[in-house]
């Protein structure tokens, strides 16, 4: 099973992107789903997850209000809807799942795609 991120790119402060990840060899709808990113020269961080019916979605506090994330399981593809960006949202992005349940801290994610780059020039 393997996961594929794309729709990373530049983009101007106040400005929208649309991150997908799409997975290969096994079934959306058995995973939680979450994205992280890594802001350059700083660890990896939670970012919003969505559990595998998407009954329920969270978000950490610094995106709330500015990301949407959604999820088309007959698709195979997780979505991250960006608005409003900011510099501070500059990172690489990385989606992930989980079998078992979802969460907040990286360690609980077993599958992770490969990244993609997000940058907001200021």
């Known amino acids: 099973v393997q996961l594929q991120a794309s729709g990373g790119g530049l983009v101007d402060t106040g400005g929208s992107l649309r991150l997908s990840c799409t997975i290969s060899?096994?079934?959306?709808?058995?995973?939680?789903m979450a994205w992280f990113r890594q802001p350059p020269g700083k660890e990896r961080e939670f970012v919003a997850g969505?559990?595998?019916?998407?009954?329920?979605?969270y978000y950490a506090d610094s995106v709330k209000g500015r990301f949407t994330i959604s999820r088309n399981n007959a698709g195979g593809t997780v979505f991250l809807q960006m608005n409003s960006l900011k510099p501070e949202d500059t990172a690489v992005y990385y989606c992930a799942g989980d079998l078992l349940k979802s969460g907040s801290h990286a360690e609980e994610y077993k599958l992770w795609g490969q990244g993609t780059q997000v940058t907001v020039s200021s």
């Open positions: 969505i559990t595998w019916s998407a009954v329920r979605t």
């Open positions: 060899g096994g079934l959306l709808s058995s995973y939680a």
